[in-house]
């Protein structure tokens, strides 16, 4: 591919992955990894026609190379995914940024989920006003937790039992003792506090 083309590819492969809708929330990383290359193999090779117009296909690799790329389209673009990334990952980023920058002029960082967005922020800026053709190209793409899918049925287990949505649905018996009913816990007591007398 010459350099046009490879513009070109990297321009298609981060509108596919702005456009991805991360399936459910996964509880390990390489999900979302195994999800993303798969979608990127189906979406770049659709009818074997490549959208760079080159008459071939296009490899989308896992875990590739001498820095074990995420994902390595055509060992051209280099994918690093994180998820739910931390404060000591987005520490750590910027490392393997430029490990990948030594090996990819075209690089995309996808997080699924972000926990510490102000470095994610910093980094961003710090790559796009350096980007060029001598020191590479960085896209950061951030995959909001809100807007996966996930099947309903799971969706609702999840609700059900992550924090902000725990409550206590117990049957309190009457009171013998008072002669009356004992309250109703409320249902939206979400503090971790909160002592449960009948757990």
């Not at 350099?3 to 390489?30: A, C, G, K, T």
């Not at 980023?93 to 002029?105: A, P, V």
Request: aromatic content about 10%; overall charge negative; glycine content about 4%.
């Amino acid at each position: 591919m010459n350099m046009h083309q490879e513009q070109e590819l990297f321009r298609i492969v981060i509108n596919e992955i702005q456009n991805w809708i991360p399936s459910q929330n996964y509880d390990h990383e390489s999900k979302f990894q195994n999800e993303l290359s798969d979608l990127l193999d189906e979406r770049l090779n659709e009818n074997n026609a490549s959208p760079t117009g080159q008459d071939r296909d296009i490899p989308v690799y896992r875990e590739r190379g001498i820095i074990n790329a995420d994902i390595s389209v055509n060992d051209i673009i280099g994918i690093e995914m994180k998820r739910n990334l931390t404060n000591n990952q987005a520490k750590k980023l910027r490392g393997q940024i430029e490990s990948y920058l030594d090996h990819y002029n075209f690089v995309i960082i996808v997080a699924c989920g972000i926990l510490d967005t102000s470095h994610w922020r910093e980094l961003k800026n710090i790559y796009k006003a350096r980007e060029s053709m001598a020191n590479g190209f960085v896209e950061f793409i951030w995959k909001k937790r809100e807007n996966y899918e996930t099947d309903p049925e799971e969706d609702q287990q999840q609700n059900q039992s992550s924090p902000e949505n725990v409550g206590y649905d117990v049957d309190i018996p009457e009171n013998p003792l008072i002669g009356m009913e004992a309250p109703d816990v409320d249902e939206s007591v979400d503090d971790p506090d909160f002592y449960d007398p009948f757990s």
